[in-house]
């Protein structure tokens, strides 16, 4: 089945300095690939997400790209701001519905 | 994307006793529904999968007759906690999706169940 590493586990940056988390996956059969942001006590949100047949998303401050050949991808956030930290999730889709999720990170945003 | 809600969003009961959660579906006909435990500083993890009107399908090493699913609807599924211990303590998710493979699945709140 599917393994999804995410690194690093914890980040810490300075207000408007980039953030980047990598995750790697198993399974190259895997076509879809989101990121979900989690604050204390919620559910997980989803940010943005890529598909296979894109190598490079963006939403405003925020982007993923995704390397098939190497299975990996990353989520990069510039311009950071505090109401950024939370804790981040990748993740992989194994087959038609599964998703496998990373170990996560936490992000805190340093005024 | 999908509004998804879950009651309670907490729930604290004594040792031995049956605790049941909602999770609703506000504005989209999910024809699947995920439940997914969480612990503190933990990753997501899938106890099991329902879609409207079927069995739902556990994880491995996910008891079937302590953790009780039901997807009645489009909109409602249920998970019902039986004879609750300590140890399933934690926080518990539950998340919405469509009918096309790779679709976006959307999260509730989450429930935090604490057993006593």
């Known amino acids: 089945g599917e393994n999804v590493e995410q690194h690093p586990s914890t980040l810490s940056v300075q207000e408007g300095d980039s953030a980047v988390i990598k995750c790697t996956y198993s399974d190259s059969a895997s076509n879809y690939f989101p990121w979900y942001k989690q604050e204390l006590g919620k559910g997980p949100q989803l940010i943005i997400d890529i598909r296979s047949n894109v190598g490079e998303k963006k939403d405003q401050r925020i982007a993923v790209t995704l390397n098939k050949t190497a299975k990996h991808f990353s989520l990069h956030i510039t311009e950071t701001q505090p109401e950024d930290s939370a804790v981040y999730f990748c993740a992989a889709l194994q087959g038609a519905q599964k998703l496998v999720f990373g170990q996560g990170t936490r992000l805190t945003i340093n005024p | 994307g999908a509004v998804v809600s879950q009651h309670p969003s907490w729930v604290i009961c004594k040792s031995g006793t049956s605790v049941k959660i909602e999770c609703r579906s506000l504005?989209?006909?999910?024809?699947?529904m995920f439940w997914y435990r969480q612990f503190p500083k933990q990753s997501l993890m899938l106890m099991a999968t329902?879609?409207?009107?079927?069995?739902?399908?556990?994880e491995q090493g996910v008891e079937k007759d302590k953790f009780l699913i039901n997807h009645a609807s489009l909109t409602l599924s249920t998970l019902t906690v039986t004879s609750a211990h300590p140890e399933d303590s934690s926080f518990y998710i539950c998340?919405?999706?469509?009918?096309?493979?790779?679709?976006?699945?959307?999260f509730g709140p989450g429930t935090r169940l604490t057993v006593l």
């Open positions: 504005d989209f006909q999910a024809t699947t």
């Open positions: 998340s919405v999706t469509g009918p096309r493979k790779g679709d976006e699945q959307f």
């Open positions: 329902s879609n409207e009107g079927s069995k739902a399908t556990y």
